[in-house]
């Protein structure tokens, strides 16, 4: 990977960046207002974006509101991840036909797309180096998630503001974009200072009207990066967690946030690093079609841990602990890292305000709770 010097591009001049983009074949996905959120789709024009708009964020609590400039990626992140883009909620992996000489059976050839990514923050950056490591690394590898993600550019924004809900500097998985993009954009009041990540980042940029930065630019962006660390309340240290997480497997409080939790699935489903799923067989109502479809799962769901002898984990609070206890605890034993990057979803999306965070602490407060 090679990075070359900043350049500028003046905030005037952002949409050569993406018809660039799309002159290259991408399709550019990127942030954009939908139901009262920022969400992901596609973008063709900036004036899809978020244009002076942010998001607050507490436990449980998420809300649109202006801001008092018109920044582009001013604000943290959304319930969409890119994992919908790179591990799609719903795969088709083999179908089968009913012909005149039997049942035709074939695995669809679809050709993966070619995706731009706008806009993936640093947590967002950890969170895809996650799932490679899970799709890509281990002894197998998922044909669905390596063609998409061989193809996906990226650009990443470095965050210069955190929500009450951020916990990434602690995670050491941001708010700084350092590895794992194509082109890295911190943006300044009336310009991007912009540097390349990739020899694909770098022939893109050389298409673009930008200008070497100064060291005023490279100050101010330095500046604007740091606002977004000074902002972070929350903490979390992900070698501490491990340790505690598995000395207190049977620890009182396990019930208490189980009498709390709603089993609804929302952590799941907006973290950028779950990966549950199941199979299951879809047929036609004419009998003689059957898909066999992946789809999006979690731990959380009361069959999802079901075995011939029935349900292994029948309480919410066994599947809580499960979840928590694999995200930042056994993780580490099967990938080499915490399952978590600090992005807060999980808290805001809960419908209840649990957080992951104030729950370790929890552990650590009673020393009373644990079974001797």
């Known amino acids: 990977m090679q990075i070359c010097s900043e350049k500028i591009l003046p905030v005037d001049q952002f949409q050569q960046l993406i018809n660039v983009l799309h002159a290259g074949g991408y399709t550019v996905v990127g942030p954009a207002i939908d139901q009262g959120a920022i969400v992901y789709g596609e973008i063709d024009h900036v004036d899809q974006l978020p244009r002076g708009w942010t998001d ?33 909620p719903r795969t088709t992996l083999a179908e089968a036909t009913l012909t005149d000489s039997g049942w035709n059976f074939t695995t669809p050839d679809v050709e993966p797309p070619k995706f731009a990514f706008l806009g ?27 063609g998409r993600r061989e193809q996906a550019f990226i650009i990443a924004v470095n965050c210069t503001q955190a929500a009450e809900t951020c916990f990434c500097a602690s995670m050491e998985t941001g708010p700084r974009c350092r590895a794992g993009f194509d082109l890295a954009i911190t943006e300044l009041e009336d310009h991007f200072v912009i540097e390349s990540g990739s020899d694909r980042g770098q022939a893109i940029l050389h298409k673009l009207a930008t200008e070497t930065a100064t060291e005023k630019h490279l100050t101010q962006a330095e500046a604007k990066r740091q606002q977004a660390v000074d902002q972070q309340i929350r903490a979390l240290d992900a070698e501490a967690a491990r340790d505690i997480l598995r000395e207190n497997l049977t620890h009182s409080h396990w019930d208490e946030v189980g009498s709390r939790c709603l089993g609804c699935t929302n952590c799941t489903m907006v973290c950028p690093t779950c990966f549950c799923s199941s199979v299951e067989e879809v047929p036609s109502l004419s009998g003689d079609h059957v898909e066999r479809q992946r789809h999006w799962d979690s731990c959380f769901n009361l069959s999802f841990s079901y075995m011939s002898h029935g349900t292994a984990r029948d309480s919410i609070t066994h599947r809580y602990r499960q979840w928590l206890t694999h995200k930042l605890s056994t993780w580490h034993d099967q990938f080499g890292s915490s399952g978590c ?32």
């Open 56 to 88: 607050s964020q507490t436990a449980g609590v998420y809300r649109l509101e202006r801001r008092n400039d018109e920044a582009y990626f001013g604000y943290v992140v959304g319930p969409h991840s890119w994992k919908k883009y790179l591990f799609p």
């Open 341 to 372: 990057v600090g992005c807060g979803r999980c808290i805001t999306w809960c419908p209840v305000g649990i957080d992951l965070v104030e729950e370790i602490q929890a552990f650590t407060a009673d020393e009373s709770g644990a079974d001797s």
């Open 120 to 146: 993936v923050r640093a947590c967002e950056l950890a969170a895809i180096s996650i799932q490679d490591r899970v799709f890509l690394e281990g002894p197998y590898t998922d044909p669905t998630y390596a």
